[in-house]
């Protein structure tokens, strides 16, 4: 049985953003699952729901593997400038993975404090 939705509805279900969810069904492993005519409907199914908890694991694996930091470097500091508010960020638009950045400033934090500088947000 055929169980085509939308894929706010789905992104809903699986409880990612549709940006995510859009992301991950451009690969081509699900090019028969999904019919990219406005709006987008994805075939809900078995072989859809074992793909996408693939992406999802391997997604989820790359964010839990953060190795503890050393120092403070550019990208850090400016993340802990902007308050890691990734709306703020000029890399966050860019990026394909979910940002680690907020976990690596509140560790570093923790080890060493704050960056020495001024700042005018909070974490």
Same mark, same amino acid.
């Given at each position: 049985?055929n169980n085509?939705?939308?894929?706010? #509805?789905?992104?809903?279900?699986?409880?990612?953003?549709?940006?995510?969810?859009?992301?991950?069904i %451009?690969?081509?492993?699900?090019? #028969?699952?999904?019919?990219?005519?406005?709006?987008?409907?994805?075939?809900?199914?078995?072989?859809?729901?074992?793909?996408?908890k693939?992406?999802?694991?391997?997604?989820?694996?790359?964010?839990?593997?953060?190795?503890?930091?050393?120092?403070?470097?550019?990208?850090?500091?400016?993340?802990?400038?902007?308050?890691?508010?990734?709306?703020? %960020? #000029?890399?966050?638009?860019?990026?394909?993975t979910?940002?680690?950045?907020?976990?690596?400033?509140?560790?570093?934090?923790?080890?060493?404090?704050?960056?020495?500088?001024?700042?005018?947000?909070?974490?």
């Amino acid at each position: 049985m055929n169980n085509w939705l939308k894929i706010k #509805d789905v992104a809903t279900i699986l409880n990612i953003s549709n940006s995510n969810l859009h992301t991950i069904i %451009c690969k081509e492993e699900f090019k #028969d699952l999904v019919i990219f005519n406005k709006p987008f409907h994805i075939n809900f199914n078995i072989k859809f729901i074992k793909l996408i908890k693939k992406y999802l694991h391997n997604k989820e694996k790359i964010v839990t593997n953060i190795s503890k930091p050393k120092e403070w470097t550019q990208s850090s500091i400016y993340c802990y400038k902007i308050g890691c508010n990734c709306q703020k %960020c #000029d890399i966050y638009e860019i990026m394909e993975t979910k940002c680690q950045m907020k976990r690596v400033v509140l560790e570093l934090v923790k080890l060493y404090g704050p960056p020495k500088i001024e700042r005018n947000d909070i974490l």
